[in-house]
């Protein structure tokens, strides 16, 4: 393993700590967001209403926000937890849903980038649009391969001075000076709806166990996903099964196994 902090170091310290995450994610992810958070053993609480978004972001570990089903108002709540997490220096998670596919969204996810978020996490159509990139996306499907949005990923990372995971078949995370790849995962993985959603939550989990180190952070969890896609893949039939054994691989995977099958290379 090539990191400083292993992704096991991460997992024994979320299980610890039961760290709060105060997600704003869309309405199709917020139950498997919030089972993903719960079954890997943090506390999720999904709170997106402008009226308090920002005080309850005060009172989390890390703020994650989606904006996969967006409003005037969701929006607004947004950037509420958005400014709290950076006045109280915490951790956050953007995930830029399908941003290039209206003037709203593109709006919305120019204004949240303004305001700094710690990483920013979406599949590989998402990535290269947000660097300004010919994209293939359609709705919130990725129509490009993560091999095409190293380049974009490693751009936004300067840009943004931010951490950029990107994901599908094999992932890619870099901060701008170090990249890794990690393998894993299973095809059934994009069949199953919102969980890109839901990983980008269980990134603001890690993420709010060592809030000094988003980069390795953000490796633990995606490769926490690939070991605990792989585990679940081997006895599912389909989507379905996949998805109630992903929560059970979630909640059964442990530091050794984790570390052991973790393919995490160098990018
Ligand atoms: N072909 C694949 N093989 C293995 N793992 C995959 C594959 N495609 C996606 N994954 C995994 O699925 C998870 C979700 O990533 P994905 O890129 O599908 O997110 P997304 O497009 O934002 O999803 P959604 O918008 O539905 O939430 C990641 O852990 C990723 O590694
Ligand atoms: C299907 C869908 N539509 C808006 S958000 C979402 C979840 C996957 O991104
Ligand atoms: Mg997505």
């Not at 120019?110 to 300004?132: C, D, H, M, Q, Y």
């Not at 078949?169 to 995962?185: L, N, Q, S, W």
């Not at 990134?203 to 060592?210: E, H, K, L, Q, T």
């Not at 792989?230 to 998805?243: H, R, T």
Request: include cysteine; hydrophobic fraction near 50%.
């Amino acid at each position: 393993m090539l990191l400083q902090i292993p992704p096991s170091t991460f997992l024994k310290e979320l299980r610890e700590q039961i760290p709060l995450v105060h997600c704003i994610t869309n309405y199709v992810a917020m139950d498997i967001a919030a089972n993903v958070l719960l079954a890997v053993g943090a506390s999720p609480a999904m709170v997106h209403a402008e009226e308090e978004a920002g005080e309850f972001a005060k009172l989390a570990g890390a703020i994650t926000i989606n904006i996969g089903t967006l409003s005037s108002g969701w929006l607004r709540g947004m950037e509420a937890a958005a400014i709290a997490a950076t006045q109280s220096g915490k951790p956050w998670v953007l995930d830029p849903v399908a941003h290039y596919a209206t003037a709203f969204r593109r709006d919305a996810t120019e204004l949240l980038l303004k305001l700094g978020p710690t990483i920013i996490r979406g599949n590989a159509s998402e990535i290269i649009a947000l660097a300004g990139g010919a994209f293939r996306g359609k709705g919130v499907d990725t129509g490009d391969d993560v091999e095409h949005a190293k380049h974009s990923a490693r751009l936004l990372a300067d840009r943004h001075g931010a951490v950029v995971a990107v994901t599908g078949a094999v992932d890619f995370i870099t901060d701008g000076k170090r990249a890794f790849r990690i393998e894993g995962g299973s095809v059934l993985m994009p069949r199953v709806t919102a969980l890109g959603c839901s990983l980008t939550c269980l990134v603001g989990a890690f993420a709010a166990v060592r809030p000094g180190a988003p980069f390795e952070a953000t490796v633990a969890a995606v490769a926490t996903f690939a070991v605990a896609g792989e585990l679940a893949a081997d006895k599912s039939e389909g989507p379905g099964s996949f998805s109630w054994r992903f929560l059970d691989a979630l909640g059964a995977i442990d530091g050794p196994c984790l570390d052991h099958r973790a393919r995490v290379t160098t990018a």
